[in-house]
């Protein structure tokens, strides 16, 4: 690409009427050229480009509006620093190609590093909609912290004090990741509720849709696959990352209220498989002789807990939790 077409897709990217295409390769080249100037050209149409894009920052960065509260130790406006970074990128493709003579190339000021913070003293639960679309709704005590421009760098990113449930945006490109302490939870698009309270001894993140990964940071940092109906406890004083079931299995995905679950003499084994592809749970039996059992039975809006006790208590067996497993122990079908 030339300079002069580099200069016309930059332009359309300041108006706002860039191709996503466009768009798409204006940030990834921002992201890998960071903020460094090189020397200046002298040529006179490039000068007069150069005043044109000048123009058009200040004008742009004159008309964004501080949306919410900053952080105190920040001293300028991250729209400001946002559209003023790009013009300086701008500036450094333009002339950083050039021969780079260091007598031309005087020492460039470099924007601060911007967060928004969002928090929530109310008892009452604050709903927070993100630039990139994603929706946060954010529990009483606590915090949010984001990078500003959101959505402009390589990863969405958050750092989280207290409660709060996402249901992010799907964007491939951009991975969306939550800091909680030691913990690190990463997605791309899906809904989820993490709990991180400072003075709580765990955190917990539970998944509603999607996939999650969570990670302990560290010099051996484990990683955990987390699918709906699964969650990751993380003690903080042990260092230790499990993963469970939620406390409230919910159908995978949410069936209407007037759904049944009927089954007539059906086999022991084939129904607790329907009931785990209903609840996206492995459920499995220690006994096989239970396999073949005839079951009889119709559940309409019962938990997945008390089909498991009815079920169980058909064929004198009990069920016991493991991690993210449910496992079926004892019972005949004798009677």
Not at 42 to 56: F, G, L, V
Not at 83 to 105: D, F, H, I, R
Not at 302 to 311: A, T, V
Request: with cysteine; aromatic share 8%; proline share 6%.
């Amino acid at each position: 690409m030339t300079e002069p077409e580099f200069l016309e897709i930059l332009e359309r990217y300041l108006a706002g009427t860039c191709s996503p295409a466009e768009k798409a390769a204006v940030e990834q080249w921002l992201l890998r050229r960071g903020n460094t100037v090189g020397s200046f050209a002298d040529a006179q149409d490039e000068r007069e480009r150069k005043d044109k894009i000048w123009s058009r920052v200040h004008q742009a960065t004159e008309q964004k509006a501080l949306p919410v509260r900053q952080l105190r130790s920040v001293r300028v406006q991250w729209a400001a620093a946002a559209v003023l970074l790009l013009g300086v990128a701008a500036l450094a493709w333009v002339y950083g190609t050039k021969e780079n003579n260091p007598s031309n190339n005087p020492p460039v000021a470099v924007a601060e590093q911007v967060w928004q913070e969002y928090t929530n003293p109310s008892p009452k639960i604050r709903t927070i909609r993100l630039a990139d679309g994603s929706h946060v709704w954010l529990r009483p005590n606590s915090t949010l912290r984001l990078r500003q421009p959101f959505g402009f760098a390589q990863n969405r990113e958050l750092h989280l004090v207290g409660e709060a449930f996402f249901k992010v945006a799907r964007d491939t490109s951009r991975p969306f990741l939550v800091h909680t302490g030691k913990l690190l939870t990463r997605v791309l698009g899906t809904s989820f509720n993490i709990r991180a309270y400072a003075a709580e001894e765990r955190v917990e993140v539970n998944v509603e849709s999607g996939k999650v990964a969570v990670y302990e940071q560290g010099i051996h940092p484990k990683q955990l696959q987390l699918t709906p109906n699964q969650g990751a406890s993380y003690d903080k004083s042990k260092g230790k990352l499990v993963k469970r079931l939620v406390m409230v299995p919910v159908t995978v995905p949410p069936q209407p209220a007037a759904e049944e679950l009927v089954f007539k003499n059906e086999p022991f084994g084939r129904v607790l498989h329907t009931l785990g592809e209903t609840y996206n749970v492995s459920i499995s039996t220690e006994n096989t002789a239970l396999q073949d059992c005839p079951i009889t039975a119709s559940f309409a809006q019962q938990s997945l807990y008390f089909q498991l006790d009815l079920l169980c208590k058909s064929v004198g067996a009990t069920y016991e939790i493991r991690g993210a497993q449910i496992v079926v122990r004892g019972g005949n079908c004798a009677d």
